[in-house]
């Protein structure tokens, strides 16, 4: 077992070398060695490609320190993170220390680093295992002791805080005990001079062009989140390759390089109705337009902004020449009201501030729709329908408002789709006799048996370990009071469809304003694209009822071991009784604002007392007086409802916050 004799290595000596062999990142090198060097825990935050793993196993290459590596997934488990007895052995001659098969974990306390890649992957009772190690320095195995940890141990984490696919919340218990260093992308110079040394490449334009099209994919606004300069590394590699094979056009080396590269790496925004490709295509245009990103394959003739037959010249988006618009657009501009040039919509244009229009003077657009019907019906299937649908509901024809309907539906449930598989359910793990395909062996506690039974068989005693899935719902309480009109409704709609996608059967769906229905029961089958167009249809009336909508949602899930509510409202209450106390039989109640929250000053006073009548504990809770309890809950209403349902609030204003406000709530 390792021990806590040892003298622990400095490294801070080592910082010349480690800074010889990685590209900049100065900074972060000297806090990475000084956090290390003071005896700290540490997870490293930052997106894919941002050198996390590079630094660390340089570190360790360079001080010759144990580097053990766990990838961070839904499957590991303490044992595997531990380790476990060997069953042979010990069924031979019983449990000895030397037949315990070290885990990870285990292995980097006798003196080393435990480097866990995607840690936000790990389900929490494996992340609960290192609040001992990291803490106390030592873990206890049972029927091998204490091993305490070796001066040298470190845990180091890393994450993709942007990833919410598959991943789960740490626990606060873990990140108390961790330094966080976040790493950001490198400047265009730093990330050129990695390309260089990774490819061997000495095609300088080469290199220039395929770390500005990677840079720009991380700026665009129809990419959440960018590719990291391994897009750069591989897309010099294909094109060196590519002109090996003899391809001599390099715009045509160059496009067929950067979708192979770079088109997997880029995560596109759920809101946009483009593919990747057409994206890139348009990045690439813009980047070869510029004076200083110019590449011949050959050193002469070919240029990347000629085409086939060397004609060069401006291009327009999707690498087509730039054209005037024909005789039918030049119709269709004339139509137009006066001084209306922006609102024009071309095919391959899409329709220029129609959103700010629609805000200002939707009367108008809606004057123009009904007057051109071609493009009206192009306008309402484009991805603004969402926007426009709320503010031209009730003054667009039926045929429009049918079509506009139909098309936001499908949207909205193409968007869910995107974001529903958020949150990783990973259940609770138990040990059970019968075996499934996706259960292992549990090892310890199958030998137990084994050994308690002799004469017995082997298969007769398997223990296996499962997970048993949370017994937990969710309902989403949506508000169709009078001011839930305009984009409001669509953010509903979104909510509901998204949450639909997520929990398949276990959810409900309540709709109310001055009272509360529901839309759809917690075992009562809708399909998504139903309840959005429900949900699309609601006329906007009456007041804001929460505490209804609250009892009813309640209501629906009251038989989960686990209940979860969503509250999507644009305002306080201003009917029915206080939500507060339905508010706390919620596990979690997470509230998504669709209005900037008023902040109670003046009558906070007055407020806060209405809202302590039922709850004393709170008003004059221990070590608090009345004045830090006021100042604590000095805020919206709907926030306090937040708190009190210990959920997640945030805010959102437009149809793209809002994937991100669910997710929050998925992962809470």
Known sequence: ??????????????????????????????????????????????????????????????????????????????????????????????????????????????GGILYIDEFNRMPPDTGNVLITAVEDAEIHIPRYGVVNAHPLFRVICAQNPFDDVGTMRISRAIYDRLCRIRLDYQSEEEEQEIVRRKTGCTDENLIKIAVRVTQETRFHKEIKQGASVRGAMDMVAVALRLREIGERNAREILTSAMLSAVSGKAWLLETTDRTAEAILQEILNKVLSQPDMKWDPDGEGSSPDQDEEGNGGAQGPGGRRAEHPGPEEEQEREGMPEDWEELYYGPSDGPLNLKRMVRASPEKVAEYLHSHRATAEQIL????????????????????????????????????????????????????????????????????????????????????????????????????????????????????????????????????????????????????????????????????????????????????????????TDGDWNCGENPIPVARMFNSLHVIGLEEPLKVEEDHFELTYRYFDSRSDVIRPVGWGVEETLRRYQGSRIEMLAREGRGHFCYVQSIKEVPLAITRCLTA
């Open 1 to 110: 077992m390792a021990s806590k004799g040892r003298k622990e290595l400095s490294l801070l000596r080592y910082y010349g070398k480690i800074k010889s062999r990685i590209v900049a990142r100065t900074a972060e090198i000297k806090n990475i060695l000084a956090t290390l060097d003071a005896g700290r825990h540490l997870i490293l935050e930052g997106a894919p490609g941002t050198t996390k793993s590079t630094i660390l196993r340089t570190i360790t290459e360079v001080c010759q320190i144990p580097f053990y590596v766990v990838e961070g997934n839904v499957d590991l488990t303490p044992s595997k993170l531990v380790g476990h007895f060997n069953p042979a052995k010990v069924m031979a001659d019983d449990y000895k220390e030397e037949y315990f098969e070290k885990g990870p974990l285990t292995l980097a306390m006798e």
């Open 381 to 568: 299937q484009s991805t603004d329908v969402l926007e426009l649908y709320g503010h031209l509901r009730d003054i667009l024809d039926p045929e429009l408002i049918e079509i506009a309907r139909r098309y936001a539906s499908r949207l909205i449930v193409k968007l869910a789709s995107q974001i529903a598989n958020v949150g990783m359910k990973t259940g609770n793990l138990y040990r059970r006799k019968g075996e499934e395909a996706w259960d292992e062996i549990e090892i310890d506690a199958t030998l137990e048996r084994i050994i308690d039974s002799p004469g017995s068989r082997i298969e007769e005693n398997l223990m296996f370990l499962a997970r048993r899935p949370e017994q937990k719902a969710c309902v989403v309480m949506l508000d169709h009071s009078y001011s839930m009109r305009g984009l409001k409704n669509s953010m509903a709609a979104l909510t509901a469809a998204t949450i639909a996608l997520h929990f398949k059967q276990d959810y409900g769906v309540v709709v109310f304003s001055t009272n509360a229905r529901v839309l759809k029961g917690i075992h009562q089958h809708k399909p998504p694209t139903l309840i959005a167009d429900e949900i699309l249809s609601l006329e906007p009336t009456g007041y804001t009822n929460i505490h209804e909508a609250l009892q009813m949602g309640i209501g629906q899930i009251k038989g989960y071991e686990k209940k979860i509510g969503i509250l999507l």
